[in-house]
């Protein structure tokens, strides 16, 4: 049984700065390749990033590279996403996953990658 629990979403204004924290359970998290994405109304889920079980190697999607910030704290098993200059368009459900296979990064930009999903936190940018 994997739970996967994101929290910190909320209304904002454009501009405004969110953090958002994942914390999945029954799995050894320092192992696992995790990953943000994205949902909005009406279209398809959009990789936001991913971070390496190590930390070293982290991926971001065109549209939030340099504005996101993905990093990860093993000791207390957490994941973050950094959201600052937050946009409209950044409206969303925010979703946590794990990768499918402990030590991998690959094709880490893909949803398939993934198969464990978090119930998502949602986002809204207001203008």
């Known amino acids: 049984q994997v739970q996967v629990i994101e929290s910190g979403g909320g209304l904002v204004q454009t501009g405004s700065s969110l953090r958002l924290s994942c914390k999945a359970l029954?799995?050894?998290?320092?192992?696992?390749?995790m990953g943000w994405f994205r949902q909005a109304p009406g279209k398809e889920r959009e990789f936001v990033a991913a971070?390496?079980?190590?930390?070293?190697?982290?991926y971001y999607g065109d549209s939030v590279k340099d504005r996101f910030a993905i990093s990860r704290d093993n000791g207390k098993s957490v994941l973050y996403l950094q959201m600052n200059s937050l946009k409209p368009e950044d409206t969303a459900v925010y979703y946590c996953?794990?990768?499918?296979?402990?030590?991998?990064?690959?094709?880490?930009?893909?949803?398939?990658?993934?198969?464990?999903w978090g119930q998502g936190t949602q986002v809204t940018v207001s203008s």
């Open positions: 996953t794990l990768h499918r296979f402990p030590y991998s990064t690959s094709r880490a930009q893909l949803s398939e990658s993934y198969n464990y």
């Open positions: 971070i390496s079980r190590d930390g070293n190697n982290v």
């Open positions: 029954g799995r050894t998290f320092s192992i696992y390749t």
